[in-house]
């Protein structure tokens, strides 16, 4: 005896399925889904034999056709580069100082520098290079070491207090929690505070323009308006790389900073470290 059921209505077979008195027919699929269902599976096939496909342990089948995506980008850039020869052969030879904004080297080095910066410098500085706390802002013209076109390069080919390149930017401020007792420090921050703001204790800053004296003159100047050429930053203009309220500038005198930047000649190439600084330049920071 057949276990088939068929339904009474249509007399086509069911799958044998039931859900709420309703059963599911047993149509047979369209030809036309069936063979381009098979077609799917001979294309794969095809596929997975000619192109790279199944993942191995180091790497994956290569495919008969040898075709690699990376090769082709490779290609592409090659190209690029070839079309670009000439533009950087002179801007790897010209003078940054002395190349005009109308010309077209100029312009080109924008360009490339955009796309430089934000590949390797928004991270740090902000993708429109305002900087954030602890990172410098590049619009302004608060420039640690010089901002002309030939500084800004020498800071970018070998960056700063970093332990790779012998010849970085370096300045190193003393953690005076370990020199001072902290009513100095506090005396010290409120006389650093007083010489931008005029929301200060005038007799403890009056305390802590003698401990600056004693302490800080050395680096930051008798005026407190720094030694760009050390790296000591101007303490009187209220541009603060780290915060300049009493907060900051408490844990600053007590620990001092510390920050570093990579040395990018070490990583870029002669062209790209010239571009983004012409690029960083062009934002109108700088000299």
């Not at 399925?17 to 059963?23: A, F, P, S």
């Not at 901002?147 to 300045?171: K, L, M, P, V, W």
């Not at 600056?212 to 407190?224: I, L, P, Q, R, Y």
């Not at 190439?269 to 960083?280: F, G, H, N, P």
Request: aromatic share 10%.
């Amino acid at each position: 005896m057949s276990d088939k059921q068929v339904d009474d209505e249509t007399g086509i077979e069911t799958t044998g399925h039931e859900w709420d008195g309703i059963r599911e027919l047993n149509n047979p699929l369209p030809r036309w889904w069936l063979w381009t269902f098979y077609m799917t599976i001979v294309w794969g096939i095809g596929y997975t034999i000619a192109y790279p496909a199944w993942p191995m342990i180091s790497g994956a089948t290569q495919g008969v056709l040898g075709f690699s995506t990376r090769a082709e980008v490779a290609k592409d850039i090659a190209q690029h580069e070839a079309k670009n020869e000439d533009l950087v052969v002179a801007l790897n030879a010209v003078d940054l100082t002395a190349l005009p904004a109308t010309d077209d080297l100029h312009r080109y080095a924008v360009a490339r520098g955009s796309s430089v910066f934000r590949a390797q410098c928004s991270q740090c500085h902000g993708k429109g290079a305002a900087g954030a706390e602890g990172f410098p802002n590049l619009l302004d013209n608060d420039w640690l070491w010089g901002g002309n076109q030939d500084e800004i390069a020498y800071s970018i080919r070998h960056g700063i207090r970093n332990d790779t390149d012998d010849d970085a930017r370096f300045s190193q401020m003393p953690a005076y929690g370990e020199i001072l007792e902290p009513e100095d420090i506090k005396a010290v921050v409120e006389y650093v505070v007083g010489l931008s703001s005029d929301a200060f204790d005038a007799q403890l800053a009056e305390k802590g323009a003698v401990v600056f004296a004693d302490n800080c003159t050395a680096c930051h100047g008798d005026n407190a308006r720094g030694d760009r050429e050390q790296g000591a930053p101007n303490l009187a203009d209220a541009i603060w790389l780290y915060g300049g309220d009493r907060a900051a500038l408490t844990h600053t005198v007590t620990n001092a900073r510390f920050g570093v930047m990579p040395a990018w000649g070490q990583r870029l190439s002669e062209e790209d470290v010239r571009a983004v600084t012409v690029y960083v330049h062009s934002l109108g920071g700088g000299e």
